[in-house]
Structure formats: structure tokens, C-alpha cells
């Protein structure tokens, strides 16, 4: 009865928001399955691909200081508005123009719209929501985003063999693009419907600043760095998805497309449960748990054992290691005050791409001059640091707050 209560003083900026992100999850969805194979198509070999994908990862970590001060200087709608047609003209622009210099400059414009919704999500999610309503909300934007990706992926893949038929394999990924560009603009009718915080208090780009230095304590510090471990093992293998199961297993891309979706509704299953997980283990645990379970069905991808077993460790692994995400937003935020939410947000963003944007140059340098599957030996390391990671600080954490409760016993004595 309490959570039904909960779900009706929910905001609607909230509901809008995730619209949005539903429509913003697609776009990227259609973008990181597409653009490494439409580039090969093209002509490009494995390092170009992966240098563009990590220039466009690098330009979302990048752009989350400006987007930061975008956010506050100019307020959210009119932020979102300029994110959402800078991912229309990059991705569409990217497949229309072949020149190398014009590919680089549009998934720079692609990023860059994209770090507008990124930067922004944890903050707009806590200043909407009250305390009890935040992990049920991080969890459904969560779930949101990951049927957004699955969408992209199974009707991506659906379109690109549908017309095959009709088109060469690049002229149909090219049509796709330009499909899922004016989708993009379609979120400016939800934004149009957002209001404004009624307390927003902008800061200038000095104070602005200033609010970096003052939360860079040594508990955000060392979660930047887990966060970015998870960032450099997720980039080298995660963005080349579709390029391995294309490439190494020699499927069709309607098979590709299936896989990937059914990998992405792991993660909707994960973000649907995870709430549940979290309230009897706690958030830490909850974390802990899902990223060790996920490294065995990681490691099952590099060995595949037919398409049936493949599926089901893509599924696993995007699951388990993906449904902790919610709980990483949520911690974050409630590690520094109110008014440094844009501040955390938009460093989260920032270690989580270019670290991301640091694994996907590595991982293309490893795919063409090692192996296909080298990058997943990799990532299984930098998981098994980062979790190791994760657990000292949440041990420092609950040591530190037993001390404190300790110490504020002694003084009420």
C-alpha cells in the first residue's frame, strides 16, 4: 500500500524524463550496434572503428563539464533540447558523409548530446524524487534505458535484414541511422512538457568549479576509480559486441540483433529485481554480488560454445553486472550534499567515459593485432580490481560510521 502511495507522488518531470531516456537509450542502442559494422561495410579497419567509438565516448566524458554548467547556466529543458539535436545531426550526418575528418567531428557532436542527459540523469532523478521513492526510480530509469538499448537492437537487427534485401548492407544501416536521428527529435515534445526546478539557484562557471575541488575527498576519489576500472573493462568489449559476434562467430546480423536484445532484457530483469536484492542484502552487498556472479559467464563469452550457450552467458553477464548500476547512482549522490549533485553527476560521467573511451582504443588495438576474444581476459581483470576496490572502501565506510556512532554514544553519555 506504502509503494502504491509512493508511485502517485512520483513527479511528473520524473515520467517525462524517462520518455527521454527511453528515446535517448535508443538512439545510442542503434549507434553502438551500427556503427562498427556500417564503418567495416565502409571500408574502415578495427582500429578506425575503434577509435571512433572511443573519440564519441571520450566527447561524452569530456562535454560533462560544460553540460554541468550547461545544466544550471541555462536550465534542464533547454539543456535537453540542445543534447537531443546534437544526437540527430551526429548520428545521422555520420552516415551520410564517408570522409574520415566528418565522421570524427559528427561522433564528437553525438557525444557531446549525449553527455547532456548523462550528466544531468543522477541529479534530475534525486532532485525529483524523495529518499524513499530514489532506488525504485533509479531501478526503473535503469529498466527504461535497457529496453530502449534491447528495442534498438532487435529492430536494428530486424530492419537491417529486412532491407538487405532491397539495399546494400551499408545503404541499409545508413537508412537506420537517419531513422533513429528523427526519433531523437521526437523527445522534444516531453521536454517541452518539463518545468524547471522552482529553487534553482545557478551558479557562474567559477563557482561552478569550485564545487569539483570541494567534493574530492578521499571516498569520492576512490569511487571515481572503481568507477573508472569498471569503465576501462566495460569499453574494451562491450561496444564491439556486435563486431565479435558478426566477425568471430561469422552470424547474420538479424542473429546479432537477437542476441544483443536478449542480452539487454538481462539488464531489464536485473534493474527489476535488484530493488528487491538491495533491500535484503543493502546496496554494497547487492554490488558486490552481482559484478563477482557476472566474471564466469564474461569469461563463457570468450569461449563460446554455440550460439544457444553464447546467448545465455550474454544474458547472464549483461544482467548481473549491469543491474548494479542503479545502486552506483544512488550511492554516488548520497555521498555529497544537495548542491554538489550536478558537480558528482557530472564526475561520474566524466571517469566512467574516458576510462570507457580509454578501453574501447585498447580493446580495437587487441581485437586486430591480437585476437577477438584477448579483450575478455582483460576485462575479467580489471572487475576482479575493481571489486576488490569497491569492498576496502565499503569496509572503510561502515568501519568509519562505526566510529562515528561510537564516538556520538559517548557523547550523549
Known amino acids: 500500500m506504502e509503494s502504491i502511495k509512493n508511485v ?3 513527479n511528473k518531470n520524473i515520467y517525462l524524463f524517462l520518455i527521454i531516456n527511453l528515446i535517448a537509450s535508443f538512439s545510442m542502442g542503434i549507434f553502438n550496434m551500427f556503427v562498427g559494422i556500417y564503418l567495416k561495410e565502409v571500408g574502415y579497419q578495427e582500429q578506425f572503428v575503434g577509435n571512433i567509438l572511443s573519440i564519441n565516448t571520450f566527447a561524452i566524458a569530456i562535454a560533462s563539464i560544460p553540460s554541468a554548467y ?38 564528437i557532436i553525438n557525444g557531446f548530446g549525449m553527455s547532456i542527459k548523462s550528466t544531468a540523469e543522477g541529479m534530475y ?24 538499448m534491447m528495442s534498438a537492437s532487435f529492430l536494428g537487427g530486424v530492419l537491417s535484414s529486412y532491407m538487405g534485401n532491397y539495399f546494400s548492407p551499408k545503404t541499409a544501416i545508413m537508412y537506420i541511422f537517419i531513422m533513429s536521428s528523427i526519433l531523437s527529435l521526437i523527445a522534444l515534445i516531453p521536454i517541452f512538457f518539463m518545468k524547471e526546478p522552482k529553487k534553482l539557484k545557478s551558479r557562474n562557471f567559477k563557482d561552478c568549479i569550485k564545487g569539483y575541488i570541494s567534493i574530492l575527498n578521499k571516498n569520492v576519489i576512490s ?21 565479435y559476434l558478426k566477425y568471430s562467430m561469422n552470424i547474420s ?39 563477482l556472479i557476472s566474471i564466469p559467464f564474461l569469461l563463457s563469452i570468450a569461449f563460446p560454445q554455440g550460439i544457444f550457450i ?16 542503479p545502486l552506483i547512482q544512488n550511492l554516488s549522490m548520497e555521498m555529497i550534499e544537495d548542491k554538489d549533485r550536478t558537480n558528482m553527476s557530472s564526475l ?34 580489471f572487475y576482479i580490481i575493481a571489486v576488490s576496490l569497491f569492498v576496502y572502501i565499503y569496509k572503510q565506510g561502515a568501519k568509519i560510521k562505526k566510529e ?10
Request: hydrophobic fraction near 50%.
Open 125 to 148: 532523478i534525486v532532485e525529483n524524487t524523495c529518499e524513499e521513492q530514489r532506488v525504485s526510480v533509479f531501478s526503473t530509469n535503469f529498466v527504461i534505458s535497457n529496453v530502449g
Open 348 to 381: 561520474m560521467s566524466l571517469s566512467g567515459n574516458i576510462s570507457r573511451a580509454i578501453g574501447i582504443a585498447i580493446g580495437g588495438f587487441l581485437m586486430q593485432n591480437v585476437s577477438y576474444t584477448a579483450p575478455y581476459y582483460f576485462t575479467v581483470l
Open 310 to 325: 553464447i546467448t545465455v552467458s550474454f544474458f547472464m553477464r549483461n544482467g548481473l553486472m549491469n543491474m548494479a548500476m
Open 8 to 10: 502517485r507522488k512520483i
Open 223 to 243: 569511487f571515481m576509480i572503481y568507477n573508472s576500472l569498471i569503465g576501462i573493462g566495460a569499453g574494451m568489449i562491450v561496444p564491439f559486441f556486435s563486431v
Open 253 to 291: 546480423d538479424g542473429i546479432v540483433g537477437s542476441i544483443l536484445s536478449i542480452s539487454q532484457f538481462g539488464c531489464i530483469v536485473g534493474g527489476m529485481i535488484i530493488p528487491f536484492i538491495s533491500a535484503r542484502l543493502g546496496k554494497q552487498r547487492s554490488i558486490i554480488m552481482c559484478q
Open 70 to 107: 550547461l545544466i544550471e547556466k541555462i536550465g534542464r529543458k533547454k539543456s535537453f533540447t540542445l543534447g537531443f539535436v546534437c544526437i540527430s545531426i551526429g548520428s545521422s550526418f555520420l552516415v551520410i558523409f564517408k570522409n574520415p575528418i566528418i565522421i570524427i567531428l559528427m561522433s
Open 404 to 413: 562515528s556512532l561510537c564516538i556520538n554514544l559517548i557523547n550523549k553519555d
